[in-house]
């Protein structure tokens, strides 16, 4: 291995720069931390792997790598749908777990990466969800889309088109303010504590939902439960089976930009014993309207409880 020249120090530094923006849009391609880092790492190998004229050759070095970032992503994207199809219970993203000076900070402060809106992104096909993620949501032109997904201009647009249309349709709630989150995930937490279902389902947005995703290997609920009075009744429920609402406060996080939870796992006398997970919720009208239970071991690999 020979000495690091000039120009491949200067490709480095510039990796570097796109390092954030990249990691930005390889988690909202795959909804996965690890998958997202994967990604990156393999964009660097294949520019680094290209020789110095092909090097010379790229213009725009953000996009290029967007591109391949994009294409790589496509192809994780199109085999998760094969492993889902074998999924026990719902999926759920993986949390992106920051703090203080964290180098993700400004992935998470991007909209588009709150859990309830990577949880619609989820539902589009793969195809529609590279071209409407990059197009809307990094202004990547059409032109490049198509040559990502291997498919004319005309199908890239309709791809965009569509996953635009499905994600109107859903209607995820947005991102409020971080006092409104902090004043409505203190008042749910107090009245988790009371053990009240009445002062829980007063909390709870009329079309709340609570999602679990344990991939089948811990426990949570297998099935989304909707309604206030449900949803209110199962929390107070998993209340008291795990020793008491404290069990369930947990430690304050942001997850995904947004105030979550994180809970480590407990097994106090008593109570019955359960797996770390986070939580994430999201909020519309001053009220709960979507708590996500991340639970599967293997989307937690990266969480410091």
Same mark, same amino acid.
């Given at each position: 291995?020979?000495?690091?020249?000039?120009?491949?120090?200067?490709?480095?530094?510039?990796?570097?720069?796109?390092?954030?923006?990249?990691?930005?849009?390889?988690?909202?391609?795959?909804?996965?931390?690890?998958?997202?880092?994967?990604?990156?790492?393999?964009?660097?190998?294949?520019?680094?792997?290209?020789?110095?004229?092909?090097?010379?050759?790229?213009?725009?070095?953000?996009?290029?790598?967007?591109?391949?970032?994009?294409?790589?992503?496509?192809?994780?994207?199109?085999?998760?749908?094969?492993?889902?199809?074998?999924?026990?219970?719902?999926?759920?993203?993986?949390?992106?777990?920051?703090?203080?000076? +964290?180098?993700?900070?400004?992935?998470?402060?991007?909209?588009?990466?709150?859990?309830?809106?990577?949880?619609?992104?989820?539902?589009?096909?793969?195809?529609?969800?590279?071209?409407?993620?990059?197009?809307?949501?990094?202004?990547?032109?059409?032109?490049?889309?198509?040559?990502?997904?291997?498919?004319?201009?005309?199908?890239?647009?309709?791809?965009?088109?569509?996953?635009?249309?499905?994600?109107?349709?859903?209607?995820?709630?947005?991102?409020?303010?971080?006092?409104?989150?902090?004043?409505?995930?203190?008042?749910?937490?107090?009245?988790?504590?009371?053990?009240?279902?009445?002062?829980?389902?007063?909390?709870?947005?009329?079309?709340?939902?609570?999602?679990?995703?344990?991939?089948?290997?811990?426990?949570?609920?297998?099935?989304?439960?909707?309604?206030?009075?449900?949803?209110?009744?199962?929390?107070?429920?998993?209340?008291?089976?795990?020793?008491?609402?404290?069990?369930?406060?947990?430690?304050?996080?942001?997850?995904?930009?947004?105030?979550?939870?994180?809970?480590?796992?407990?097994?106090?006398?008593?109570?019955?014993?359960?797996?770390?997970?986070?939580?994430?919720?999201?909020?519309? +009208?001053?009220?709960?309207?979507?708590?996500?239970?991340?639970?599967?071991? +293997?989307?937690?690999?990266?969480?410091?409880?």
């Amino acid at each position: 291995m020979g000495p690091v020249t000039a120009a491949e120090q200067t490709l480095a530094v510039e990796f570097s720069e796109h390092r954030s923006h990249l990691i930005g849009v390889a988690y909202r391609l795959t909804s996965s931390v690890a998958d997202a880092e994967d990604a990156v790492q393999e964009s660097w190998l294949r520019v680094t792997g290209l020789s110095a004229s092909a090097r010379a050759e790229i213009r725009d070095l953000r996009a290029w790598l967007t591109t391949v970032v994009s294409r790589i992503c496509l192809d994780r994207l199109r085999s998760a749908v094969v492993q889902r199809e074998r999924y026990v219970g719902p999926w759920l993203p993986e949390p992106l777990i920051t703090g203080p000076d +964290d180098p993700l900070d400004a992935v998470v402060r991007d909209d588009g990466v709150r859990m309830a809106a990577l949880v619609v992104l989820d539902r589009l096909s793969p195809e529609q969800r590279v071209a409407f993620v990059l197009h809307d949501a990094f202004g990547v032109p059409f032109t490049d889309i198509a040559g990502a997904l291997g498919v004319s201009v005309a199908a890239a647009r309709q791809h965009a088109s569509r996953g635009r249309r499905a994600a109107a349709a859903a209607d995820p709630p947005p991102r409020v303010a971080m006092s409104e989150q902090r004043d409505v995930l203190e008042r749910f937490l107090t009245a988790l504590a009371s053990g009240d279902v009445n002062a829980v389902a007063r909390l709870l947005h009329p079309d709340v939902v609570a999602i679990g995703d344990g991939g089948g290997r811990v426990s949570t609920a297998l099935n989304v439960i909707s309604g206030a009075d449900k949803v209110a009744r199962f929390l107070v429920g998993l209340a008291r089976k795990y020793g008491g609402a404290r069990q369930l406060a947990g430690r304050e996080a942001l997850v995904n930009g947004d105030l979550g939870l994180l809970l480590p796992g407990s097994s106090g006398p008593g109570s019955t014993p359960r797996a770390p997970r986070v939580n994430a919720f999201a909020i519309r +009208d001053g009220l709960v309207v979507a708590l996500y239970d991340v639970a599967n071991p +293997d989307k937690l690999t990266g969480v410091d409880f």
